[in-house]
């Protein structure tokens, strides 16, 4: 496969820190061994199909200005079987092990919903040819249910049980595309379940019909055999004013209240957490305190600026930050990181895309490198296990077994009189931090 | 009593909308029926002890701009007795029938926790005393544990047994209070209840901590026989860079967590629900959704400041959008509208005090008038009926009651194919709002 | 003309506040006179061509949703000429007097520039007879500088001399259509005007470029004889990270640092000046007191979201602020009021064109009445100018007249001492306002 | 010296990237030649008072939390002399060489000007004496006029001539006193230089009292022979709700309209520039594109969180975007890098004093050598050269000098047609950017 992107004729190459060839990797070295498992265990990145493939360069404010040569056929399907080998052409070249997709990024809707089936059952069978030939795997796939102009008001959520049950007939198809695919995930991203404004929407009646429709996605995947593993993936805002998965404790609570928690972990994206004002770091924690950080979609965004920019990650704080949460809880598991991320409008080539992921991945080569050096030395570790060691002795344990009272407490404070306050050293810490960058 | 503000010599006038008088009302007419109660009925409208009275207009650049004459006294108990005075003179004259305080508000802090509680009780006794001979009530009692020092780095939430203990200490006394003075609820509001860095924070132990905290507050509630109802006061960030009560959606998933969602309900407050990007309707209308909308917080924040201004009320579309979940739930039960809101800085003036409180009164009066209008009429609801009215035909209601399939959806699109697109109607509904102010 | 909006027949009526008429002016009523003008003479409303007949209802998540009439057509050209006339039937029917446009709204991009320049005469000379025909005119024009991929950079700011060149011929020809079609204002807002990153760029220089670009719009226009009022429309962010023309002060400065001052005022935008942390009433007050408030977008943005949502205007307090300073500047001259708004995604019919334009134009002749009848009643400004009274006497004429000096003011202070800290009122004022609402 | 930070006996060691030592510098090494200076020459590191010294830990919710050895006196005057004591032990231990203060920094308020003018004089002359001892020396002085109550509404822009007249007095001795000290620069910030509502403000009047404070300062510097830089430093909200002095832009904007440009330039602070919606790197390069970088603020804010957080410098990113600025204008003068910093309430050690600011000196020292790297390299500046070429060829350098027209751009494009659009390149801009860190 040498079609697309014939200025990178083989792989992306591992050079070392001393290379200043933007094509060749810096930090990202994938047989590396950090802490017993490879930087390419460690690190499952996956290539996104809708903002590397099918990304133009449009914005609000004007066209498109990224010229792809695999756009340049006259039918549509002959664009998605390009398409289709670009991706894997990228992917292997790129040297990354994954990818992901929406069902309308591999294949074109149709002009009937049996055509756009067809269209989605042809395109698998071409991706999954491209996958037996390079090895490269389905990180996960989803429907998209935002861009087509039925679901303005929502898909699950919809005021209309027709456009719902569209949905979900989408949905199964996409989840059969993914199961044939072998994608070790399934992602749901509400772009239209949200409201613009409360004065026509029922929200109390929309969050119990898309508690309808997991439902039905956990059962047909049970029916099916799928056993990959179900998330969602939060948003605040953008493209409707509220998003009804704001944040990681929203999804959580309606997981909980809607008898899903078994079935569903969270995607967490970086962007999303910065837009709901919450460091990436705060949400991939509340999500793996709870047991349910499943994947990452890796990008950045421009915290001056109030939309979704999915920029490269090349901060080395947040991928740190991210890193150790992490690789604290072990892994991700059959989840990864997925580039959602674009290239800037005016990055207009198709070597920019391989500079920005060239850039994620030593980022979060980088990062993992740095996260797994912190972890093993212990400073920070030891910090905190030191802050926090009353809570292990007699009356810590005491109050966290529930038998404690008020009274007890009381009494505590009648013989102990005042605590002394701790310092808790923010900035010595961060200094700590930087010594490892 | 007339004794600090004397320039109010008697209670606060309704007039009517041709008055001028900025010590009289023009909508807040206590007596006057609406649907059936009173507006006194509908506004349990509170006045907050510590903005009200112990508000000095310090910020974070410059110290007390006013200058209360019951803080001209020397001593901390005879200083906190004025101020109760004050208090109950104030929300006499302003015709209010309750307040709310913390209990650092009503009596000074002493040297020891003994003399807290000690001083504590002086205070709950004249402060009895004065609700006997005025009629006023207790909305709600809170405890104070953010403003001393010792709360640095959290109560509940504290790395150190022995501040989890002093704070479990001084609720029980709070709550005791409240019991005593017959307060209809209790509030906690978790200021230091958060994290400023992740690298010293292990944030999973400290939901675990707080979570044991209520519990003990529920049983010891459960033993003195005190029945109000526990409320939770959400707030994003402002203390600590962030606070574990972010949000509604937050707080409800930590109650489902923690098994105390039969025992709490939510205290929303207006400029605590935009500083975690959402409106207050929203707040509202996610708490009231899950049954927990127990009580308000009224007030006002700027959108374009990124701090909790604690302004007045005085917007007629933020009171009437809320006035509309209120009347559309029932009322707040046990709950009321608690006027966390403070005078400008440079309003320094105890005339200031009566001028900001009547245009809030007046305010929310006048929002209660016009949403009790829009409901009557129903044109927002008919509409609202109407284009979820699919949801009360046979496949929606299968749909909800969990008798459907992806593999019936999809029958379901193939027999009727493409759904048709509706107008969600945003600005039309926007006129019917204005035709309403 | 009625073949596009033929569910309105006739004129939009004038019917009062007692109307419940969807279709009908509560408060707009173009002849009643106030303040010695009619109301149509106060505000001069313009409909925006691109939002209004241009718009698609896409977004950057979903595709055009809004299926237009005069969008119906084979050919460019033909869509072209069945927009300008569903424009004025719009606009005739609306009972408004003006509208604005962009070259690229008015006629289609041609092959070459020449071809885009004859696209752009022929339509003129349509719009020209449309004029005649209906006697509505032409508020402002302007070019399109930042939807063509060829402006990605920059047009004016450009770093490739070649682009400059070409929006250099472009605006030319677009001036020369305004100038033809009488209009009497001609914009330049700079979409593409600022920077994605510092890392490639050098704001010094492309700042003098813009210099450049603007002085000879100047010469062109003294060449070719047209008098319209040149007008600078800041925004700060959005298309790019950082938008030169962040805001009303950053416009003025730079105006100020390329002697461009005489030949320049602003176009101030409502959603704009909240992106950049203003409220409109601060951007138009900042304007007004440079002299340089020539004419107003009028839309409403979300403050809690971070893009333009450009929603219409119904929001009373912001509007009764703005009609504030346009009346107390004695209104806008050649400038008006531009409904630079769209319909939501969801608001798909063309009746939601005219609920959302009556809507704004209700609210804003609202306002008018009410902020007229506050600068008449004086309460307000008689308060403002006790406030500053003292610089209207001797201490403070000798300051303002530069004849004061730190150590007369010295000397002032050891003989007056400490000086009286008055209330700021706020919250007084805030009721005034709603008194009035 | 060796009283109050006796865990710190003598000065802080440079030990090298190897040292683990919390009380060493890794990268800051004062006599270290970058490109022909000297570190401590580059950067003029100064401490600033109010946080370091002055600074209690108290915020809106809660007390002093910090416990300071030289605050443990009985008389204002006794702390004001040990607090000056500690301030040169501690500068001289960390081995920087200026410090700032507000003139109520260094002496207390007295009853009356007079009282409060002979605190400043004595404390004046004991900080010569101590300067003498010490070589430390003065980079810039300013007088506080927004903490006293008197200047609630503004100090130069105070609607009361008597509260104008007290902010000049104070400032003809904050400007002796500096002088007296000799220092570098002095400084404006106008803390209280803003409105909370534009209802009771007359903002045109207000800036041009402004501009009369700021002649008659320049007026007093001539006369006694001050020789030192005028700073105004840019904030845009807090303490008010719209401060004047908004950013650099407005700065310039103000200075230009009130003819004082000749006389001041600018201190840009980094958590000031964010919460104007700006990146440092931004304001920084405004102030110097127009000549008026004149010092800097350094600090960093926390883009989630909506106040000034004025947190130590720890980001590396953000400083080496800095310090290209400052590199490429040649340095700062007789500025410096003010450490506008305070440690988190919860840091309260005097040991954490020393962790934050050589965390802060550390990661500038760092940035200096990344930047003078990638000045010396020219990758970036190179691409930017080559990015910008045709405005150094003939049409571009025409354009430039004023010598084109909008006749000969449409010619051009009549005889080169459409342009070629280039890649912005920006990904790969940021990872070169990284391949330096």
């Known amino acids: 496969m040498n079609r697309f992107f014939t200025e990178v004729p083989t792989n992306i190459p591992y050079e070392g820190t001393a290379s200043r060839d933007p094509l060749a990797f810096r930090y990202f070295n994938p047989e590396q061994v950090v802490n017993g498992k490879t930087m390419e265990e460690h690190l499952r990145f996956s290539v996104a199909y809708w903002h590397t493939f099918k990304g133009s360069g449009q914005d609000p404010f004007g066209g498109a200005s990224f010229d792809r040569p695999w756009n340049r056929f006259s039918s549509d399907m002959d664009i998605a079987k390009a398409t289709c080998e670009a991706t894997f052409e990228f992917v292997t070249k790129l040297g990354v092990r994954y990818y992901c997709f929406h069902d309308r990024d591999l294949a074109p809707e149709g002009q009937t919903f049996s055509e756009s089936c067809k269209n989605l059952e042809a395109m698998v069978a071409l991706a999954k040819t491209f996958q037996e030939q390079t090895g490269v795997k389905l990180l996960w796939g989803t429907a998209n249910l935002f861009g087509h102009p039925r679901y303005t008001h929502g898909a699950g959520t919809n005021p209309d049980v027709h456009v719902f049950a569209y949905a979900a007939a989408q949905i199964k198809h996409a989840i059969a595309a993914t199961h044939e695919l072998n994608g070790e995930n399934y992602v749901f991203w509400g772009g239209r379940e949200g409201y613009d404004t409360l004065l ?91 047991g349910k950080l499943g994947s990452m979609d890796i990008n950045r965004g421009d915290l001056l600026l109030g939309w979704d920019t999915d920029q490269f990650p090349t901060d080395l704080y947040d991928t740190v930050y991210a890193m150790l949460v992490v690789l604290r809880q072990g892994g991700l598991g059959s989840g990864g990181l997925n580039f959602d991320a674009k290239p800037k409008r005016g990055s207009i080539g198709t070597e920019d895309l391989f500079y920005a992921h060239i850039g994620g991945m030593d980022t979060f080569a980088r990062a993992l490198l740095i996260a797994d050096q912190i972890i093993s030395d212990g400073l920070i570790s030891d910090f905190v296990a030191k802050r926090y060691h009353s809570w292990s002795e007699k009356t810590g344990k005491e109050i966290l077994a529930g038998n404690a009272s008020f009274e007890k407490m009381e009494a505590y404070i009648n013989k102990h009189g005042e605590p002394v306050l701790q310092s808790g050293r923010q900035e010595y810490l961060e200094n700590v931090i930087n010594s490892y960058i």
């Not at 805002?237 to 959580?252: I, N, R, S, W």
């Open 200 to 290: 026509n929407t029922d929200m109390n009646k929309e969050a119990r019909q898309m508690a309808r429709l997991f439902h039905m996605a956990v059962d047909y995947a049970a029916k099916i055999g799928f056993t990959g593993q179900f998330l969602i993936e939060p948003k605040p805002k953008e493209p409707t004013k509220h998003q009804y998965d704001y944040d990681a404790a929203t999804v959580l609570n309606f997981l909980q209240t809607y008898d899903l928690s078994d079935h569903f972990k969270l995607n967490i994206e970086a962007n999303h957490a910065t837009l709901a004002g919450h460091s990436f770091a705060h949400e991939l924690t509340v999500a793996s305190d709870a």
